[in-house]
């Protein structure tokens, strides 16, 4: 269905890239936090934090698609239109993620690099971003690690506005990123 204003629907592209990042976000937690079931030291728990690595650095390596897809493409209107103050707030909502999409992989890579640890990535093996420190790789694990308990609550924000719009103020928020 097409609105007055034009397409009713984000395109189909940056539909199937909203919802790859959602499961990335999801496999990417649940490693990290499976990490912490196993014994240090332990072949599964490193297989578990080497899944959150390159989970991790895949949500980098496509935010930027999302980017693409998302400056290239135009947003369909919400419908009925919400108050300024909301759309202000769904902005800086959606640039805090896109931010911390971008800093958290790349934090936790130096982190690693920092450590003098491995970097993989599905077969391949990155190189380091920084030279071995450990105290620093500490710090930045520190604001790594604030990034990633913060963005549970910004995703977690994120999904109940949406739900909020379709469910309460029953607009076209949540349909115009549907999968159908």
């Known amino acids: 269905m097409i609105s007055s204003l034009g397409q009713d629907r984000y395109s189909r592209a ?9 499961l990335l976000f999801i496999g990417l937690y649940g490693a990290i936090n499976l990490a912490d079931v196993f014994d240090k ?14 989970l991790g650095l895949s949500v980098f390596a496509l935010v930027w698609v999302r980017l693409v897809l998302r400056l290239l493409g135009t947003a369909p209107p ?8 909301q759309e202000k707030a769904g902005k800086a909502l959606h640039l805090a ?4 999409m971008i800093a958290a992989p790349l934090l936790g890579w130096a982190v690693l690099s920092a450590g003098a640890k491995p970097i993989p990535f599905f077969g391949w093996e990155l190189p380091a971003l920084i030279g071995p420190d450990k105290a620093l790789g500490r710090q930045i694990r520190e604001v790594h ?14 999904a109940v506005a949406a739900l909020l719009h379709h469910y309460v103020i029953k607009d076209n928020t949540l349909r115009r990123m549907g999968l159908n």
């Not at 993620?97 to 911390?100: S, T």
């Open 97 to 100: 993620l896109y931010g911390i």
């Open 78 to 85: 919400i419908v009925p239109a919400p108050p300024a103050w």
């Open 145 to 158: 690690e604030l990034l990633g308990n913060l963005s549970y609550f910004l995703i977690g924000g994120h």
């Open 14 to 22: 940056s539909v199937v890239m909203h919802w790859g990042m959602v």
């Open 41 to 54: 030291g332990t072949p599964a728990r490193q297989m578990a934090k080497d899944w959150h690595f390159m």
